[in-house]
């Protein structure tokens, strides 16, 4: 067995196991954090498929971005674990309905030869796949890319709405009377007249 073999053997597993994790553990922050390990891990496997950008990009947006902000949402909206294993067993038909269409796609993919689907041939030593698929994402993906990028920053506002909410015996400032204040609201000119040393000082009210 060749070195790359173990090693996708070995990252497969790993990434097996975390993606358990993440819909088997009891704590979200847990699960998110086995969730990172998958991301991780998945990157290690598309190395492995000399897709170095699409590597690169899984941990700097998926990692660095994305899933801290997960975890910041879970850790401030104070998630009540027993509510949401209450209804586990009322959304199981469509968890199982949706999994298996996930299964039989991944099949479809990976079982393209039993179709009458050719794969992919082999590209050579100079060819650049950030190339490629910078060429291919800005000229006919354009506009689904701009509109990726449009429900993410979404989600952000969403995320960020759902951590401001209004608790009692703390200080809270409107940002819109923020923005209108004037200078005249915040600044008062005061004229002191020359004082001579050791002289008192006049008030001026």
Do not use: C
């Amino acid at each position: 067995m060749e070195f790359t073999s173990v090693v996708f053997y070995f990252l497969s597993a790993i990434l097996l196991l975390a993606g358990l994790r993440v819909v088997t553990v009891r704590h979200p922050v847990h699960a998110a954090l086995f969730l990172v390990l998958a991301f991780f891990t998945a990157a290690g496997l598309w190395v492995l498929l000399e897709a170095e950008f699409l590597a690169i990009t899984l941990v700097l947006v998926y990692v660095g971005a994305v899933m801290v902000l997960f975890l910041f949402v879970v850790m401030m909206l104070d998630i009540n674990i027993e509510t949401m294993r209450a209804d586990f067993r009322k959304y199981l038909p469509l968890a199982g309905l949706i999994s298996g269409l996930m299964a039989l796609e991944m099949y479809i993919v990976l079982g393209g030869q039993n179709f009458g689907l050719k794969m992919p041939t082999p590209k050579s030593a100079d060819y650049s796949n950030t190339k490629a698929l910078g060429r291919v994402l800005y000229t006919e993906y354009a506009y689904a890319f701009e509109l990726a990028a449009v429900i993410l920053l979404v989600a952000i506002v969403a995320a960020i709405a759902l951590t401001l909410r209004r608790r009692s015996g703390l200080k809270w400032r409107d940002p819109a009377t923020q923005v209108v204040v004037k200078k005249a609201d915040r600044l008062r000119m005061v004229n002191l007249k020359p004082q001579k040393p050791g002289a008192p000082v006049e008030d001026e009210e």
